[in-house]
Each structure stands twice: as C-alpha cells, then as structure tokens.
C-alpha cells in the first residue's frame, strides 16, 4: 500500500468502531501516527492495539466530543504526544429513527451535540494548530441523508445537513489558506450504528424506498479508502467539495 500519510499525524473520531475504526486504520497502515477518539475506552484501545501490531503509531483519547472543553483537550494531548495534526477526519456519529412527534429533545440534542456541534468543536480545536502550521486536511463525514430529505430520520437529516453546510463555510473562511476542508457523505454503510437503528414499529417501508437504493451497504474499509483520498495531497485541488459515496442513492 502506499505511504500517502508518511510522517503525517491523523485524529480521527468515532475511532472505536465502524468507519472511524475502519479510518484509523487505513490511515496508520498508510504511514499516519493516529490520535483516536471516541467514547468507547475499550474498542479504542483494541483498535490502538492492532495499529500498533502493524507497526504504526497510535493513541486513544477517551472524550465525548460534544463537549468544546473536551475537545480542545483532546487536540492538546495530541500536540502533547504525536505532534501538531496534519489531518483530521470527523466520522464520529450517531443516528436515532422516530415520527416527528416522538423525536425526544434529549435524542434531538444527541444528534445535533455528537453530529453538529462535535464536528464543529473538533475542527475549531484542529484549525488552532493547523492554521499557525500553514497546513493541513479536514474531513468531515455527513450523510446522503444530509443531501436529501427522508422520513423518519428528520433530526438526523438535519444534523447531517448541518455538517454540509459548516463544511462549505469552513471552506470559504479558510479558502486564502493552504488549508483543504472537505465532506463525504455516504450511504448506507455496515457498521454497529446502522444495525442498532430501530425504526418506527409502522414505518411505511414503501416511503423509504428511495433511501434504501438498489445496492447493498457499503463495507466500512471502502468509506475509509475514500476519506484517505480525499484526506490526502492526491485531492490538493477538493476544497469545500460535498463527495456522495452512496452507491447511487442521490443520483436521481
């Protein structure tokens, strides 16, 4: 495999699982030394036990990055053990299903404190070392959901709009910089946060059609392969670019 990432140093969030496990990875096998975040101290000291196994470098940062405190300690330590990141990919995420009426507001604030205000955090924390650096690379990962509207899922669909557009005014804030801030947004993707989706007990399956698509789900390593490219030098000319990777399901 290529080094795209030699001598780069990667956070990645949502790391203890799915496409944030999947990203660390990928980006540690290609050469990253690895911060990686998430709430699971367990499945992210598995996942730093692997990368290390393979001769990469990692460490795990337990935070909820809904917190801004949390966040900007986790970059701190970061700086403190690995270095000023280079490359930062946002995949932390989490999804509930419900009719308008039953969304919670403790499940509303959920989505939109993990999705939103994680991912707006984590990019403040990062562009503090990035920017006085003169470089680096951000990947946000927001959804096809985020692109499109879909029944059931309405407070997720509006956080992973959210993300859509925080990464289009990132790219204009920072678009005199050498800076690259990108999003991908897939689709339906095999991990522990899709298989846990419990929908509606009436949900009208002939509605969701549209959002079901004509493929099967995506493997975690093949959205990983993704936001390496697009992470790295190979996509210099991406900035403030929205990439579907959902086998379709935003094409019509």
């Known amino acids: 495999m290529t080094q795209r990432f030699d001598g780069s140093i990667a956070i990645v969030t949502g790391a203890a699982s799915g496409m944030g496990r999947a990203t660390a990875l990928r980006l540690a096998s290609e050469g990253a030394a690895v911060a990686a975040i998430d709430l699971n101290a367990e499945g992210l000291a598995a996942v730093v036990a692997e990368i290390d196994l393979a001769d990469g470098r990692a460490i795990a940062i337990a935070a909820d990055i809904s917190s801004r405190d949390a966040c900007h300690q986790a970059v701190a330590r970061c700086v403190a053990e690995l270095g000023v990141p280079t490359h930062l990919a946002n995949v932390a995420g989490v999804l509930r299903a419900a009719h308008v009426k039953d969304v919670t507001e403790a499940d509303f604030n959920l989505l939109f404190g993990v999705n939103v205000a994680g991912t707006f955090w984590m990019c403040q924390a990062a ?74 007990e009436d949900v009208d399956w002939k509605l969701m059609a549209p959002y079901v698509g004509f493929r099967p789900m995506a493997d975690p390593s093949e959205l990983a392969a993704v936001i390496a490219f697009v992470l790295s030098d190979e996509a210099r000319q991406m900035h403030g670019s929205i990439v579907s990777a959902d086998s379709g399901l935003t094409a019509g």
């Open 127 to 200: 562009l503090g070392e990035m920017v006085p650096a003169g470089r680096g690379s951000i990947v946000n990962v927001a959804s096809n959901a985020g692109l499109m509207g879909t029944a059931y899922t309405t407070a997720y669909s509006a956080s992973k709009g959210a993300v859509v557009n925080l990464t289009r005014s990132l790219a204009m804030e920072f678009a005199k910089t050498k800076l690259r801030i990108n999003c991908v947004a897939p689709g339906g993707v095999a991990t522990p946060m899709t298989s846990g989706a419990v929908m509606p």
